[in-house]
């Protein structure tokens, strides 16, 4: 066996190193009893959900309707609508019981979504703080009847902040090229490797709960005012007091479906995130990722060496090892998402759409100095990066 196929090798069981088994939100915590969906007498837990929301005319009202069927209901839901140019304020004000705040023109410094969530976290003056826990959702998050109250049972639990990485649901073929992303995401979290139970290196923002005494005292999203992975930096503030940080799978209870709008926004929504996100990631978990998708790529290498040097047995390894990466996809994306078995089957397909994507957003990032999103376009500060 040559130096290359140990290689390989090594890199593919750093791949189960890096994503072994992601817990899932609800499976240990305890949610307590609650009254049926639905049923007018169902519990309130002391909580404000804050959603901010630009153009999000499409997925905002699912949200707000499985936020009105949980078996325990937020005292308050609050909606920041981020000078959206669709119809989302005006479907937001038609749920009962929700707030619709209009996010003021963005102040110096800030970036849209850090603003929208200090907004609606209740931290312009003479905003109500009635609640002792903030629960910030995406607006393509969905919840299953008992998600919040899942997702409070583990903030309970565990304390610090409780994040979820949502079940991915994908309808159109195109939605398949995410699922590279969404296990480089949760690699980098670190929360899936062995031994971690949840405990992460960084928080993940499309669903995240925690005290508002906590949110107060690592200072709010006012620290991340222009942070493109608002998420991260939480976390880093956070673990910085000697608070957790859990990120856990959504599972059958918190799911979202990014980028409906087509592969031009998957590109554009993966591209505002992604190197900014890998630099957050630590040099020996960075170099484990590195050697796992070279692993994925080997394969494809002795398949064709094999084949050119007529080389049976090269040929052999390369069918094997390129098995062997497809079974390990398929345990991985199972995890985090729908995704088909034929993703995992033609694995290679993604891993480029993750490669290219990923260097887009390098030259964004370090070359441009700035992202667009929904619009806008977000200039990217050179300090404290």
């Keep these: 066996m040559d ?3 140990l290689v390989a090798l090594a890199g593919w069981l750093a791949g189960w190193w890096l994503l072994w088994r992601l817990p899932v939100v609800g499976d240990q915590a305890a949610v307590g009893a609650a009254a049926p969906a639905g049923d007018a007498s169902a519990t309130r837990a002391g909580c404000t959900v804050v959603i901010p929301a630009r153009d999000e005319e499409g997925s905002l009202p699912l949200l707000l309707a499985s936020l009105a069927d949980q078996t325990v209901r937020p005292r308050r839901v609050v909606v920041v609508d981020d000078h959206s140019t669709d119809a989302t304020g005006e479907l937001a004000r038609r749920f009962e019981g929700v707030t619709v705040l209009d996010a003021p023109d963005l102040p110096p410094g800030w970036l849209g979504k850090p603003w929208a969530c200090h907004v609606g976290a209740g931290h312009e003056a003479g905003a109500a703080h009635d609640t002792d826990t903030l629960v ?8 299953a009847p008992d998600g919040l109250a899942s997702l409070l049972g583990e903030l309970e639990r565990r304390g610090g902040v409780v994040s979820v990485q949502p079940f991915h649901r994908t309808e159109r073929p195109y939605e398949q090229l995410s699922a590279e992303f969404n296990v480089a995401a949760v690699m980098g979290l670190a929360s899936a490797s062995p031994g971690r139970d949840g405990r992460a290196r960084a928080a ?17 999203h006012a620290a991340v005012r222009n942070e493109i992975v608002e998420d991260v930096a939480l976390g880093r503030a956070t673990r910085a007091l000697g608070e957790p940080v859990v990120v856990l799978g959504g599972g059958a209870r918190i799911a979202f479906r990014m980028y409906p709008g087509g592969p031009g926004q998957l590109v554009e929504g993966w591209s505002k995130n992604l190197a900014s996100g890998a630099a957050s990631v630590g040099a020996v978990r960075l170099v484990a990722m590195v050697a796992w998708v070279t692993a994925l790529c080997s394969p494809l290498q002795l398949l064709a060496e094999g084949a050119l040097g007529s080389d049976g047995r090269t040929v052999a390894y390369g069918v094997a090892l390129y098995g062997a990466c497809a079974v390990q996809q398929r345990v991985m994306l199972r995890q985090l998402g729908d995704f088909r078995w034929w993703t995992a089957a033609g694995y290679p397909i993604p891993v480029l759409a993750f490669v290219a994507v990923f260097l887009r957003s390098l030259w964004l990032t370090l070359v441009r100095r700035r992202v667009t999103w929904r619009g806008r376009t977000i200039p990217l500060a050179t300090e404290g990066r």
């Design 3 to 5: 130096a290359g196929l």
């Design 136 to 143: 910030f959702l995406d607006a393509d998050v969905r919840l």
């Design 204 to 220: 993940n923002g499309p669903c995240l709960a925690l005290r508002r005494e906590l949110y107060h005292a690592i200072g709010g």
